[in-house]
């Protein structure tokens, strides 16, 4: 008997939908543990500098801002990322590589997370409150986009230049090549995209960097609790459970 089919692309959707559900509950508990006391020491000397307090007309408490408000804001965001997630490794599995579902699900993640976090990060780093010209918001998201879209292209493209290249340089050869050739096109589009630099020249150095390492962590405690959850459930989905053992029947 051949394998069974794998199951359809619906099942691995709402599977990694809620392994990014779990994800965001991590993500939420790192945010509110280290992001949290940083994003309320930058609004104070937002407020010390302008000379009174934001809160007071704010129309949601800061209270409220820093759990439901982050809490839903992280669990969306979380979910709808699962689900994109499981779309990709719906594509690579079984294009990648003879890797079973977990390891898979590790190499997406882990690619994921180079893409989409780490590269766009070390180009346009997250600010806290206070930082940044207002009238500049549109035009700095629109570039942290376009790093982002210049990081998962050649990303793709480095996938199947490494295929196409593995028949004749070998798996090893061809990763190394394809990498290469990633690193190459994104110091490209490092150098070539404009720096974005408006922290204030009086704003303590000390408070950006733990800002932005919090930032960090919160990304990193999201794509690895998901890699792990989905590397679970993805298992659970395509690998059969094993069929039970016969009861032998003593004989007389």
């Given at each position: 008997m051949g394998s069974p089919p794998p199951p359809p692309p619906r099942t691995l959707l709402v599977r990694g939908m809620l392994a990014g559900l779990t994800a965001g509950v991590a993500a939420f508990l790192v945010a509110y543990l280290l992001g949290e006391a940083k994003v309320d020491a930058a609004i104070a000397i937002?407020?010390?500098?302008?000379?009174?307090?934001?809160?007071?007309?704010?129309?949601?408490?800061?209270?409220?801002?820093?759990?439901?408000?982050?809490?839903?804001?992280?669990?969306?965001?979380?979910?709808?990322?699962?689900?994109?997630?499981?779309?990709?490794?719906?594509?690579?599995?079984?294009?990648?590589?003879?890797?079973?579902?977990?390891?898979?699900?590790?190499?997406?993640?882990?690619?994921?997370?180079?893409?989409?976090?780490?590269?766009?990060?070390?180009?346009?780093?997250?600010?806290?409150?206070?930082?940044?010209?207002?009238?500049?918001?549109?035009?700095?998201?629109?570039?942290?986009?376009?790093?982002?879209?210049?990081?998962?292209?050649?990303?793709?493209g480095a996938l199947i230049l490494g295929r196409r290249l593995a028949p004749r340089l070998g798996n090893g050869n061809a990763s190394i090549v394809a990498g290469a050739g990633f690193v190459v096109a994104i110091g490209l589009a490092y150098a070539l995209l404009p720096g974005v630099n408006e922290v204030p020249a009086d704003f303590p150095a000390t408070l950006i960097w733990e800002f932005r390492l919090a930032s960090l962590a919160i990304q990193t405690a999201l794509w690895a609790t998901f890699g792990l959850a989905f590397g679970f459930l993805a298992e659970r989905a395509l690998v059969p459970a094993p069929a039970p053992k016969e009861a032998v029947q003593p004989t007389d």
């Open positions: 937002e407020e010390a500098a302008a000379g009174h307090d934001h809160g007071e007309d704010a129309p949601v408490s800061r209270a409220l801002q820093a759990t439901a408000g982050l809490g839903t804001g992280v669990l969306l965001y979380a979910v709808a990322l699962g689900g994109i997630a499981a779309l990709v490794y719906c594509f690579a599995l079984g294009r990648v590589g003879r890797f079973g579902p977990r390891a898979t699900a590790a190499l997406v993640t882990g690619a994921l997370y180079v893409t989409v976090t780490l590269v766009p990060f070390f180009k346009y780093p997250a600010d806290p409150p206070a930082v940044g010209d207002p009238g500049t918001a549109a035009r700095r998201t629109a570039l942290y986009l376009l790093m982002i879209a210049l990081s998962l292209l050649p990303a793709a």
